[in-house]
């Protein structure tokens, strides 16, 4: 008996009906501020993909009021170029599948059907992304990339020439002084001049030409490749430059920069990253032109027409 009375001695005091009432409101306000907290982010997270959605937009309405465009898209470490002139289309590689981009939500967004070009610049992951969810989805007339090197086939490259061939789509290889005409824009392949041991060497690298505006874009091609361009004796002048590997140390020489002059250097890379290398910035730095980033300014739109010249706006 005695330790029946103990139990309801302390039953009394504490009024453990009065506990469990008290953790069941405690439970159902802290289920609320969950149910809160979780809103509060799914809102920040809808509202950031609407903002880059309107932002893409924003860019590409501005990209239509000129003959020539050139979006280069924020896909990290990564590469992918759109470019737009007069109707006709170009996509330079996909970026790659870790980061969260969608190629073909962009080109809807952007209101492109067909791609006239698609340049695969090298088969490395980060430059060929999802491009065989393009070559399922969007109409290509024409497809370029590099010869194989002695380096291994990735599984994503394999991939990529399994859907090329069921839709029909010849693999065309690059060699340094092809021209492709598309309308009054013109595609000069600068390199690969030879087939290198080396991925990123191996990459296609073209010069985009139209009225008085040139661009140049490099792949991941490095010094070796950029050597063989100058001592080629072509014009490499541009107002726009694609930098080479994302700014690595082992790209973007002097003798390169001194050959091309450009007016805007555009680096693909991610934050907090190794890359782009503290001696390729200072390289770039030293040859006198406006550096954009796309860690920094998000999604590039380089545009130009004969009357106000090269203009360039960020969605940052």
Excluded: W
Aim: hydrophobic share 35%; glycine share 8%; charged share 25%.
């Amino acid at each position: 008996m005695s330790k029946q009375r103990d139990f309801d001695g302390f039953d009394s005091l504490f009024n453990y009906s009065d506990y469990m009432n008290r953790k069941k409101r405690e439970k159902a306000s802290q289920s609320f501020i969950l149910k809160i907290i979780v809103l509060i982010i799914t809102s920040a997270v809808l509202l950031l993909t609407l903002n880059s959605k309107s932002d893409l937009e924003s860019l590409y309405t501005k990209s239509g009021r000129y003959p020539f465009s050139m979006m280069t898209f924020n896909v990290g470490n990564g590469n992918c170029v759109l470019v737009s002139c007069e109707g006709k289309n170009i996509l330079a590689d996909c970026g790659r599948e870790l980061v969260q981009f969608d190629i073909l939500e962009a080109l809807d967004c952007l209101g492109v059907e067909k791609l006239d070009l698609v340049i695969l610049t090298h088969p490395d992951k980060d430059h060929i992304g999802s491009m065989s969810e393009v070559a399922e989805n969007v109409r290509i007339d024409r497809f370029l990339t590099c010869e194989n090197g002695d380096y291994e086939i990735t599984e994503y490259y394999g991939e990529l020439l399994s859907v090329l061939g069921e839709r029909g789509i010849e693999v065309e290889y690059a060699h340094a002084d092809d021209m492709i005409e598309l309308g009054e824009l013109s595609v000069e392949v600068i390199s690969p001049s030879k087939v290198y041991n080396s991925s990123n060497e191996n990459s296609v690298a073209v010069k985009l030409s139209y009225g008085n505006f040139s661009a140049l874009l490099m792949g991941d091609a490095g010094q070796k490749a950029e050597s063989d361009i100058v001592r080629s004796g072509k014009d490499i002048s541009a107002d726009v430059l694609l930098v080479g590997h994302h700014g690595s140390a082992g790209s973007s020489s002097e003798e390169f920069l001194n050959a091309v002059k450009p007016g805007y250097a555009l680096l693909s890379v991610s934050e907090n990253d190794t890359l782009p290398s503290d001696k390729a910035l200072k390289r770039i730095l030293d040859c006198g032109c406006e550096i954009l980033r796309t860690d920094r300014s998000g999604n590039i739109l380089v545009v130009y027409d004969d009357r106000n010249g090269v203009s360039v706006f960020t969605d940052r």
